[in-house]
């Protein structure tokens, strides 16, 4: 069933409720004719400080995902988003099939993930050195680049900016953000891939582009670039960097 402003395709994103970033973007950049709708899944602990404080972290998120999901299901999207990158890269592969099976046993829905709209993403970019942007503690790192490591890419470097807790990630600004693109352009890779949905990056990512001369793929553009090809929305969008404006 079509509503009046969602007549095209009805979004899903869950988000854990320290989030303020995601669902802006998403909302900024939809074309006409698709809506996006939340649910926030709790984080009684957003501190990232330590690596049991992230363990922490994840852990609820985890727990309040099935939830989250099962609550905008209640919408009728046409596609949920699952806007916590970090769950979907845990364990590689292997890690990303079994959530990817945990989010079928809870909804019909069609899921979109970080993990697999990157890898959809860079096959479409056609390139494999890669750079990763993280605003996660060091914690995840592994997880990151094992699972692109298993996905056929090759993870040149690494760059962390650092956050003291959820909150804190919608903070780092332009000034921040923008030498580490050039850190991570300067080792040689072939495309910079950030994650870490509540870091505002999709329109810095559209202009580090064009003076870096390489792919920057924000994850919250992959996430929607995926959704709406998945629903049959073609779109070319301007300003979110090149794979939403080219494919």
């Known amino acids: 069933m079509r509503d009046v402003l969602g007549y095209r395709a009805r979004l899903g994103v869950v988000v854990p409720s320290t989030n303020t970033i995601m669902e802006p973007e998403l909302a900024t950049l939809a074309p006409p004719g698709v809506t996006v709708h939340g649910a926030r899944m709790r984080v009684a602990r957003p501190a990232l400080g330590t ?10 998120v985890r727990a309040a995902l099935a939830g989250a999901v099962a609550d905008v299901a209640t ?4 596609r949920v988003l699952v806007g916590i990158s970090a769950l979907s890269f845990m364990g590689g592969v292997a890690g990303h099939r079994e959530l990817k099976d945990a989010l079928g046993a809870t909804t019909a829905i069609g899921v979109t993930t970080a993990a697999e709209a990157a890898t959809a993403a860079l096959q479409v970019l056609g390139v494999r050195r890669l750079g990763l942007l993280s605003p996660h503690p060091p914690l995840f790192d592994a997880h990151y680049t094992r699972f692109f490591a298993e996905s056929g890419y090759e993870v040149v470097t690494l760059h962390r900016l650092a956050a003291a807790s959820a909150l804190a990630i919608a903070a780092l600004d332009e000034a921040t953000i923008r030498p580490a693109l050039r850190a991570l352009a300067d080792a040689g890779v072939e495309a910079i891939v950030q994650v870490g949905t509540d870091l505002a990056m999709v329109r810095l990512a559209d202009e580090a582009e ?6 920057v793929l924000a994850v919250n553009a992959a996430l929607l670039w995926h959704a709406l090809r998945a629903c049959g929305v073609a779109d070319q969008l301007r300003g979110a960097g090149m794979l939403l404006r080219e494919h």
């Open 51 to 60: 690596a049991a404080e992230a363990r922490a972290f994840i852990e609820g």
């Open 75 to 78: 919408a009728g999207p046409d």
């Open 210 to 215: 064009r003076w870096l001369g390489l792919p």
